[in-house]
């Protein structure tokens, strides 16, 4: 014992706010089958066609550099995007992957007291950065576990702050018309943030979709966030970007950390972002096996939700059967995504991988559904 602890009686010890012990810290998807020489993580949503070229290049060339702070204010970052999403760079704020910015909106707009809307099954980052605020989560029912704006609109009350809804949804993969995100916007009152969650925006073309830029461009309580995780292929670098109203991107520079993102990041991110052959490809092939994959799913026997993302949600009979079927998967080297922390024990997520990791999927599938041994 040392001489401090000695001489001193401890009665006590530091313990975090209330709040903080209510929240069941984020736990990523699978990445590692042991035993198993080939492994294709189909948990997380990555991209299996990888970064833009230009984007790997561009992180090479900032190795030099790695002695040096990064420029905090991203704005290298900042005018790429603005450049090809016609925004001012200045109401456009980037962050440690799009998961910071929703932090950093629940930091800036919520407190003891206060209350954050979210539906049913929506990012499990909204509750974490609910409670990390010190503010109450509120959860709206779905409907065909797709948002539903009546329901949002019922959870409504003077105590609500933020309003958190990613459109498309993660872990569903459904999505409501932007007719409908305006008939929610037109309902809230002015003192509430809606947040837009757009990380998967870019897959989705229907022409009844729009992620809401325009409205967070004309609007002073929408905010709009992207990531460069997905259908960028930058998840390692973890990089995000939000726009907004001046008054909003402002307050979250406020809180946000002096340099949250690094330089390689920055450099790779507008290389990406500029790289719009890259996006459109991965669009043709997400395009490509999105239905596929459902259709050869479902052919099956299995349900799975109608997805708009570059995933889908396939549900089997009970959350045994679902244990069963995720065991036998990653005894081939198959890792899925259990999704039993968003309320949803009886299914899983399935990322689109490349071809071979897809073909290798349904055949797992149709061989544990026949009886085969893994």
């Known amino acids: 014992m040392s001489a401090l602890a000695h001489n001193h009686v401890i009665h006590a010890a530091p313990t975090p706010r209330a709040g903080v012990l209510a929240i069941d810290a984020y736990v990523p998807g699978r990445s590692e089958a042991p035993g198993v020489a080939k492994v ?47 925004i001012d760079p200045e109401r ?30 929506g990012f499990l980052v909204y509750r974490i950065a609910t409670l990390a605020a010190g503010a109450t989560p509120v959860v709206a029912a779905e409907r065909g576990y797709t948002a539903d704006v ?15 809804l990613a459109n498309p949804n993660n872990p569903t993969g459904t999505y409501i018309p932007y007719s409908e995100v305006l008939r929610l916007h037109r309902a809230l009152p002015g003192n509430v943030l809606l947040v837009l969650d757009g990380a998967y925006s870019e897959y989705l073309r229907l022409p009844d979709y729009d992620p809401g830029l325009d409205l967070s461009l004309e609007v002073p309580n929408v905010l709009m966030t992207r990531t460069f995780s997905k259908i960028h292929g930058l998840a390692a670098l973890r990089l995000g970007w939000a726009v907004g109203p001046a008054h909003v991107i402002d307050a979250l520079n406020r809180v946000r950390g002096p340099f949250n993102v690094s330089g390689p990041a920055i450099a790779a991110g507008a290389a990406a972002v500029a790289d719009l052959a890259h996006v459109e490809h991965s669009v043709a092939h997400n395009d490509h096996w999105l239905p596929k994959i459902t259709e050869k799913v479902r052919a099956l026997g299995l349900e799975v939700t109608p997805s708009v993302a570059n995933f889908v949600l396939i549900h089997f009979e009970d959350a045994a059967r679902r244990a069963a079927a995720d065991a036998f998967l990653v005894s081939r080297g198959l890792i899925l995504r259990q999704v039993g922390a968003y309320g949803l024990p009886n299914a899983l997520r399935m990322t689109v991988g490349s071809e071979e990791a897809n073909v290798l999927t349904i055949q797992a599938l149709s061989d544990f559904l026949s009886g085969a041994k893994a």
Do not use: M
């Open 150 to 164: 009546d329901a949002i609109l019922a959870c409504v009350t003077p105590r609500t702050r933020v309003i958190f």
């Open 40 to 86: 294709f993580k189909l948990s997380s949503n990555e991209t299996s066609l990888g970064p833009s070229p230009h984007a790997r290049a561009a992180y090479l060339e900032a190795a030099p550099y790695l002695a040096d702070y990064p420029d905090g204010s991203a704005r290298v970052l900042r005018e790429a995007i603005g450049a090809v999403h016609g």
């Open 92 to 121: 456009i704020i980037c962050g440690a992957g799009s998961d910071e910015l929703l932090a950093l909106a629940a930091k800036a707009y919520l407190g003891p007291g206060d209350e954050c809307v979210f539906t049913q099954y």
